[in-house]
């Protein structure tokens, strides 16, 4: 799809989604749904929002939510368009809830789980997620997503994101073609490779969505604010497998700029496991 026929996002914002690998969507979702799933979360941790003496953990997880709310915080019609304008029309699966939810209290004392990473895909049924995997076609991924259902401002444990780290990955992964790597071997060296990225803060309003590559390295930090943080980190998952001869999303544009292959080689072997590349 050219990028001036693109739906739902600005060109502009296709353009930054490719290059640094991500896309901010102020208002993606209502105060009112962000205030109901918020409620619905509070009483899941079995806390109360006005006794501050009993946050004594310095995060909470909580899984899947599939009421009302969530359901249709997930489906508004702005993100359907942005759906379809990173991802493609009928290439994504509606989401039919939200989760997990890292709800994060203002606490001195580290969660230790503030590692940098990405988000894998597939091989979820190995017991350990360390050997959980992703391959250059983001099998079983077509985005990562960051819900925002409280206002997150910088110290209020915002999600830790390395810009442009998505291009980097995908030059990582392409050697090793269907197979792609453990969570394991990705992070064998602690994501040096992705150091010299900038790093940004997934900052917002409750209804700020962010929208990122399914490659880009993030991380959490603990919370010295002084309310809790409420998000949801879902995958946006795909309709189907790779199509090599699907014009190219702004997705698998990300991946084929940053290998440095042609746009118009949609049906050809990449390097490495004769797969072409998302």
Known sequence: MPLSQTPGLTVRQVEDFIADGFVRLEGAFSPHLARACRDALWADTGLSPDDPA?????VIRIGWKSTPPFVEAAN????????DALVGAGRWLPPQGLGSFPIRFPSAESAGDEGWHVDVSFGTENPDFMDWRVNVTSRGRALLMLFL??????????????KGSHRVIARELLPWGEAGLSLSELSAEDYASTRDCPETLATGAAGTVYLCHPFLVHAAQRHEGKEPRFMAQPALLPAGGFDPAAPPSPVQIAIRRACGLSLQNTDGPAAGGGVSPG
């Open 54 to 58: 009993v946050w004594t953990q310095p």
């Open 149 to 162: 259902f409280s206002e997150v401002g910088p110290r209020d444990a915002p999600t830790r994101i390395r």
């Open 76 to 83: 508004t019609p702005r993100l359907h368009a942005a759906y």
